[in-house]
């Protein structure tokens, strides 16, 4: 981007979308589809497989067997890792 296209432009920072954010994640979000970023096949999140135990959740595509999702809850909050996805489309 030039320096004259953004001259109108004023970024924000992430407290700009909280509502969305907030709005986003009260949901239920074993109801929204995630896409294999490996194959490309799409599922509802509750019909992807699990594997889970102390150290945190791994979700994977039912078709190829990729890693979509890793999730470890820590003494902070949750870390989520969704390298393995191509897109999370979470129903509104």
């Not at 432009?9 to 896409?35: K, W, Y």
């Not at 889970?52 to 870390?79: K, L």
């Amino acid at each position: 981007m030039s320096a004259e296209a953004g001259a109108d432009f004023i970024p924000l920072d992430g407290n700009a979308v909280a509502g969305d954010l907030s709005e986003l994640f009260a949901r239920d979000v074993t109801t929204a589809t995630i896409r294999c970023g490996s194959c490309g096949s799409s599922a509802e999140i509750g019909a992807v497989r699990v594997y889970g135990g102390a150290m945190g959740s791994i979700f994977r595509c039912f078709t190829c067997d990729t890693a979509v999702i890793r999730m470890v809850r820590t003494p902070r909050g949750f870390a989520i890792d969704m390298r393995g996805a191509a897109l999370l489309l979470v129903n509104t």
